[in-house]
Nanobody, 112 residues
């Protein structure tokens, strides 16, 4: 049984930083593409960052230069380091792996 568990969300002021974690069981992250998505209220779920099994990364234009996706194979965990956060980054962030595995989501709120 595959399980993805996100953590690290919370409330942060504009300009602040957060690091999201996604710990996996039942799936080996290193052999699958993994990604972070986000969904703001009333909007569709959009891709934020993707990391392929070969280590190639891709980012949404809105987060380039501010967010970094990475993977710790020993811990079977994927991270999303988010810096210089803006109010428009407020959303529920979801971890995704393989073809169709999703985490439950973690809320990120950027507000003063």
């Amino acid at each position: 049984q595959v399980q993805l568990v996100e953590s690290g969300g919370g409330l942060v002021q504009p300009g602040g930083s957060l690091r999201l974690s996604c710990a996996a069981s039942g799936i080996i992250f290193s052999i699958f593409p993994v990604g972070w998505y986000r969904q703001a209220p009333g909007k569709q779920r959009d891709v934020v960052a993707v990391l392929t099994s070969s280590g190639v990364t891709n980012y949404a234009d809105s987060v380039k230069g501010r967010f970094t996706i990475s993977r710790d194979n020993a811990k079977n965990t994927v991270y999303l380091q988010m810096n210089s956060l803006k109010a428009e980054d407020t959303a529920v962030y979801y971890c995704h792996a393989g073809a169709s595995f999703w985490g439950q989501g973690t809320q990120v709120t950027v507000s003063s």
